[in-house]
């Protein structure tokens, strides 16, 4: 037994128990974030424009310390930046979800831009409008540096504005993801609906901009 202990690698055993070890602390870790992002959002959904919850009230609802919010989080910005890139991910795969659903590409465009939308209904609009008036971010300028995630969901537009003959998809699909958060950041400031008329009206104006073929010279 002693010559075989001897023979394994140094720092072998060692290596096993810290890295189980950091395993362990990784979950627990990954555990205290979520429940601070939980209690946080709840805090955030509750309170809407009216006021902005404490790091105290954050701590408390999610039953940890200070300590532990300071472990993960240098600040609440830093926290609200964590919400926002959280819900930037659920709205990229909410839209990319609902695309993938449709047959054609049309109805592709139009399931982003429904989906895109929809982030200023009912529910969501009160969480959304919450999370980035806590970030600061809920101006009449908001589509200036906005934190909603348009580059992003500029993306899924790539493969379909391409199928729909698009010369320059790229471009394309990032004019007209601007100018769709643009629309919906005016949704949220000015606390509207879309309507499914809008919806249509948004859809039109993407098609209408795709860049389907160079314009010759003097035409």
């Known amino acids: 037994m002693i010559e075989n202990y001897d023979s394994r690698p140094a720092g072998d055993i060692a290596s096993r128990i810290a890295a189980r070890t950091?395993?362990?602390?990784?979950?627990?870790?990954?555990?205290e974030v979520r429940r601070l992002l939980d209690a946080a959002l709840e805090l955030i959904r509750t309170a809407g424009t009216g006021a902005r919850p404490r790091v105290a009230d954050i701590v408390a609802a999610a039953g940890?310390?200070?300590?532990?919010?300071?472990?993960?989080?240098?600040s609440k910005d830093a926290l609200i930046a964590v919400l926002i890139e959280d819900g930037a991910d659920r709205l990229v795969s909410y839209v990319a979800h609902r695309m993938d659903k449709q047959d054609t590409p049309r109805d592709?465009?139009?399931a982003w831009v429904e989906g895109v939308l929809s982030q200023a209904a009912d529910e969501t609009?009160?969480?959304?409008?919450?999370v980035l008036w806590n970030a600061g971010a809920l101006t009449p300028a908001i589509d200036a540096g906005s934190p909603l995630p348009s580059g992003r969901l500029a993306l899924l537009l790539h493969r379909p504005f391409t199928e729909l003959g698009s010369v320059a998809p790229e471009f394309d699909a990032g004019l007209i993801a601007h100018a769709t958060v643009g629309r919906l950041s005016d949704y949220l400031w000015r606390r509207e609906e879309p309507t499914a008329a809008d919806v249509d009206r948004v859809t039109a104006f993407c098609l209408r901009a795709l860049?389907?073929?160079q314009d010759s010279a003097g035409r």
Request: glycine residues 4%.
């Open 64 to 74: 940890l310390s200070n300590d532990a919010f300071y472990r993960h989080f240098p």
């Open 125 to 130: 609009a009160t969480t959304t409008r919450a």
């Open 211 to 213: 860049t389907i073929r």
């Open 22 to 31: 950091l395993a362990d602390r990784e979950a627990v870790y990954a555990g």
């Open 108 to 110: 592709a465009v139009r």
